[in-house]
C-alpha cells in the first residue's frame, strides 16, 4: 500500500514538474539548467505512461526546450521520439496538436531529427490530422509537414508518398486564415523546383485559393501565397498562363505599389519574385504594372 503511494505521488510530482514547464517562458540559458538537473527522462516516461493529461503536459514541455539542435539531440536520445508518435496516433485531439507542435520544433533545428521522425512513422498522422484535426490541430501539422519537407528530398517524397498534397490543397481551399497559410508554407517546401509536384500542386486546385488568399489575406497570409504562386509558374508556360487567367497580376502589383510600409522585406521580395517568373509580356493586361513591377525589381 505504501509503495503504491509513494509510487503515485512520484507520478503526481512528474505531472506537476511537465505542467510548470508546459505554462512558463524559459530562456536558453534556463533550457539547459532544466536539462542538466535531469528532466528529460521523467518527461519522456510521462509521455509513455502519464495520464492524457500528463502526456499533453510533457509533449509541450519538450516543445520549450526544443530550441537547438543540441538541445533537440538530447530529447531525441533520451528516448521521446516514439512515445510522441505514438501519442499523434492514438491520443487525445489536444494531445496530438501538442504533439505535432513538438515534431515542428524538433525538426526546426536538425535534418536528422526529421529524418528519425519520419522513420518512426510521424506521417501518417501527421497527414490524418491535416484531414480530420481541429483547425488549431491542422496549424500544428501543417506547419509541422513544411518544417519536415525542409532541405531533404528523400523526406519530401516521403511526405507526399504518404499523402499530403490534396489535404493540404483542401486548407488552401476551406480553412481558416492561420490554417491556410501554413498549408502553403508546406506546399512551397513540398514543391521546391520539381516541375512534376508543382504540376501535380496546381492540377489538385491550389491556384485559385493562392489568388484569393493574395486578394484578401494578412500580409503574412499574402506573403506565403506569393511565394507559392512564384514557385508554381516556374518552368512552365501553362502554368504561368493559368495562374494570370486566375487573376493573380492584379493582387501582385498591387502588393508592390503598397510598398514595404504595407508588409515585410520577404514578401516584396516574393511578390517581384512571381511578377518576373510571370513573364511581364501578361503585364499588359493590367495597366501600368509594366512600370511598377520596373520599380520594385
Same mark, same amino acid.
Given at each position: ?77 533520451? %528516448?521521446? +521520439? &516514439? =512515445? !510522441?508518435? *505514438?501519442?499523434?496516433? #492514438?491520443?487525445?485531439?489536444? @494531445? /496530438?496538436?501538442?504533439? $505535432?507542435?513538438?515534431?515542428g520544433a524538433l525538426s526546426s ?11 518512426? %512513422?510521424? +506521417? &501518417? =498522422? !501527421?497527414? *490524418?490530422?491535416?484531414? #480530420?484535426?481541429?483547425?488549431? @490541430? /491542422?496549424?500544428?501539422? $501543417? ?19 504518404? %499523402?499530403?498534397?490534396? =489535404? !493540404?490543397?483542401?486548407?488552401?481551399? #476551406? ?8 498549408? $502553403?508554407?508546406?506546399l512551397g517546401n513540398l514543391v ?12 489538385? %486546385?491550389?491556384?485559385? =485559393? !493562392? ?14 501565397? $506569393? ?71
Amino acid at each position: 500500500m505504501k509503495q503504491q503511494q509513494s509510487k503515485k505521488a512520484k507520478e503526481n510530482s512528474k505531472g506537476q514538474v511537465a505542467r510548470k514547464l508546459a505554462n512558463v517562458t524559459i530562456s536558453g540559458h534556463q533550457r539547459v539548467q532544466v536539462v542538466r538537473a535531469g528532466a528529460l527522462p521523467p518527461l519522456v516516461t510521462l509521455l509513455k505512461e502519464g495520464t492524457e493529461d500528463d502526456k499533453k503536459c510533457a509533449a509541450y514541455a519538450l516543445v520549450k526546450l526544443a530550441r537547438s539542435e543540441d538541445m533537440n539531440a538530447q530529447i531525441a536520445a533520451a %528516448g521521446a +521520439l &516514439p =512515445p !510522441l508518435v *505514438a501519442i499523434l496516433k #492514438e491520443g487525445t485531439e489536444e @494531445a /496530438k496538436k501538442v504533439v $505535432a507542435n513538438a515534431i515542428g520544433a524538433l525538426s526546426s533545428n536538425s535534418e536528422q531529427r526529421g529524418t528519425e521522425l519520419v522513420e518512426a %512513422g510521424a +506521417l &501518417p =498522422p !501527421l497527414v *490524418a490530422l491535416l484531414k #480530420e484535426g481541429s483547425d488549431a @490541430a /491542422k496549424y500544428e501539422a $501543417a506547419n509541422a509537414v513544411g518544417l519536415l519537407a525542409c532541405n531533404s528530398h528523400q523526406r519530401r517524397d516521403h511526405i507526399i508518398n504518404a %499523402g499530403a498534397i490534396l =489535404p !493540404l490543397v483542401m486548407l488552401l481551399k #476551406e480553412g481558416p486564415e492561420m490554417v491556410q497559410m501554413e498549408a $502553403a508554407y508546406a506546399l512551397g517546401n513540398l514543391v521546391g523546383q520539381s516541375p512534376r509536384l508543382c504540376g501535380e500542386v496546381v492540377a489538385a %486546385g491550389a491556384v485559385q =485559393p !493562392l489568388v484569393a488568399m493574395l486578394r484578401r489575406g494578412e500580409w503574412y497570409t499574402r506573403e506565403k501565397a $506569393a511565394v507559392l504562386l512564384g514557385l508554381l509558374a516556374q518552368n512552365s508556360e501553362a502554368r504561368r498562363a493559368l495562374i494570370v487567367e486566375a487573376g493573380a497580376l492584379k493582387p501582385l502589383v498591387k502588393i508592390m505599389r503598397e510598398g514595404p510600409s504595407y508588409h515585410s522585406p520577404m514578401m516584396g521580395a516574393a511578390t517581384a519574385r512571381a511578377l518576373q517568373i510571370l513573364n511581364s509580356k501578361y503585364a499588359n493586361e493590367v495597366g501600368g504594372s509594366v512600370s511598377a513591377l520596373r520599380k520594385c525589381l
